[in-house]
Structure formats: C-alpha cells, structure tokens
C-alpha cells in the first residue's frame, strides 16, 4: 500500500506552511494533496505558491496532487478552480462535480471524498470520466467497500482516510466568526489561531465536534492504523493522513513502519498514544457510531 498525505484542512501561516511542507519532502509519503479545499478567504498560500511548493515536493520524489475547494460559492472560486484543473503539470483531486466536469475525459484526476461515491454505479461513472483513484467517503464501512471493490473498474485506485480529524460537513456559514460573534465577511481570519481546529464539547465536558472555519470535524482522530490488515485485505491502495500541526512526521513514519511489516500495530497504537493522547476513533471503519473505538491496546 502507498501512503499519503491528505490536504492541509486548517489556515496555518504562511511561514509555518512552507516549513511543514519541508519537513515532508524528508519523509517516507508517497503521495502529497495540496492546495486550500475549506475556505476561499484564506490567502496566506495563493495558486502560485501551491505550485513552487508542488515543484519542491515533486524534486523530492513524491507524487504532487492539487487539491480543489469542496464549496464553490463565487465567481472567483469558479475562477480559481478553472486555474487548478488548468495547470498543466500536476494531477488534480476534484472535490466538486464542477472540478469534475472541467477534467472529465480531458484529463485523469483524482475523485475526492466529498463526490458521495456509495454504489457501484456511481464509482463506475467516476471511472468512466477519467479518475484513476477515488478516496472513500470517510464513514464508509469495511463491508461496504468490499462490496464496491468487488465491482470496482479496472485501472482505478481506492485510497482511504485513515488518521486525522475526519471533515465531516460543509456550510455556507463559518462556524468560528459565529463562535466570536462575527459576521462571516468580517471572519478576521481568526481561525488562525486554531491549527488543529476548535474543540466543542458535551455539557458533561467530553469532545465532540470540531470547528475549522465551514468546515465541521470530529472531535477525536479517526485512526486506522490497528486495522491496516483489513485495510489491505479489503484491496485499498492508498492510505491517507491527514495533516496535524504537531507529528505528522513521525505518524506517517509509524504508519510507512507498519506497511512494511517492521513494526506491529500493537506497537504502532501505543506509539501514536503516547503522541496524542487524548482519545482517538474508528468506528465508521467497523460500522459503528464513528465516535467508538473497538480495538485499543493496552500496555501490559
């Protein structure tokens, strides 16, 4: 199985941008999803930036995939996503059916989660417009996606999002100018200062959700790495991580480890616990509420 890394989901700075992408260049990621896919208004990394960032990425070896937003609310988003689909270098995730019609049998492209892909036939019109890989919605199942694989087209990759904040919806409104009582033209940018999102929680205090800007998150982070058998079993391809502001290096070593059979999930589990320990999930893996976890390891 390859290993990537998904689109960075928060508004870091610019600076903070640039240096995490660095740091990637060094680590053992096959694939690499840039660009911005939440929120138009955030500027600090502009087109032009994505792709001097591409440039270093793919000098380092990795595969490059511009991301496209997920929410076209503009003409300029339009505009936008005209110049991404129209690069001429780089594969494109489309997360929009708009993203789609501009690549559709011009050009192959990646389908995103957010093109609700659930049946056979859905994922056999993706394939038939020219994607070579669609990633999972993320609270697909393990049975469900076996019954897809099973019917899968030739020539057509599956990847699954397997560690991270899952991003779970998208609005019109922003959820962290309405949490400092702004209007959303008048956001100030703060979700900036969030680098992980904005945890919400329960009146009993525990997590639930997360805020990111438009975008609504869980609260705990899906993790997949105990079930990379079934992962494999199953016929995925690619396993993707989500971009954090803390270790991202080192879980996508412990993830690489694992696919290369020199290191146990038991062990990778505990590692990854030891980085963030509050609680993690996997439960939409399983079919289960996604908030519920059904293998965890236990020091001994």
């Known amino acids: 199985m390859k290993l990537s890394l998904g689109p960075n989901l928060y508004y870091w700075p610019r600076e903070k941008q640039q240096a995490y992408y660095e740091e990637i ?9 840039i660009g911005e896919t939440v929120c138009s208004r955030r500027h600090v990394m502009r087109l032009p930036d994505w792709l001097e960032v591409a440039k270093m990425l793919t000098a380092a070896g990795k595969e490059v995939v511009l991301s496209t937003l997920t929410l076209i609310e503009s003409e300029s988003d339009l505009k936008t996503m005209r110049r991404i689909t129209e690069n ?17 049998k011009r050009l192959p492209f990646i389908a995103g989660p957010y093109l609700n892909i659930y049946n056979p036939q859905t994922l056999g019109l993706i394939a038939s417009l020219g994607a ?30 397997s560690y991270g904040r899952l991003p779970l919806a998208f609005s019109s409104r922003c959820f962290t100018a309405r949490f400092h009582n702004l209007p959303k033209d008048d956001c100030r940018f703060l979700c900036i200062n969030d680098h992980d999102g904005k945890t919400m929680y329960t009146r009993e205090g525990k997590p639930f959700l997360a805020i990111n800007g438009i975008q609504t998150q869980s609260a705990l982070s899906y993790n997949l790495i105990g079930d990379l058998d079934s992962l494999q079993q199953t016929g995925v391809d690619v396993v993707r991580i989500s971009p954090q502001s803390k270790h991202s290096s080192a879980v996508i070593r412990l993830f690489r480890d694992c696919i290369d059979k020199k290191l146990s999930s038991a062990s990778a589990m505990q590692q990854i616990d030891a980085l963030f320990p509050e ?16 293998w965890k390891i236990h020091a001994t």
């Open 279 to 294: 609680s993690s999930c996997n439960g939409y893996w399983h079919g289960r509420p996604g908030l519920d976890q059904t």
């Open 25 to 33: 260049s060094d680590s053992p990621v096959d694939i690499v999803y």
């Open 132 to 161: 070579r890989r669609w990633v999972i919605p993320v609270e697909m199942s393990h049975e469900t996606l076996l019954s897809l694989q099973q019917a899968r087209p030739t020539g057509i990759e599956t990847e699954v999002f």
């Open 88 to 104: 001429g270098g780089f594969l494109v995730e489309a997360n929009d059916m708009g993203a789609v019609h501009r690549l559709a």
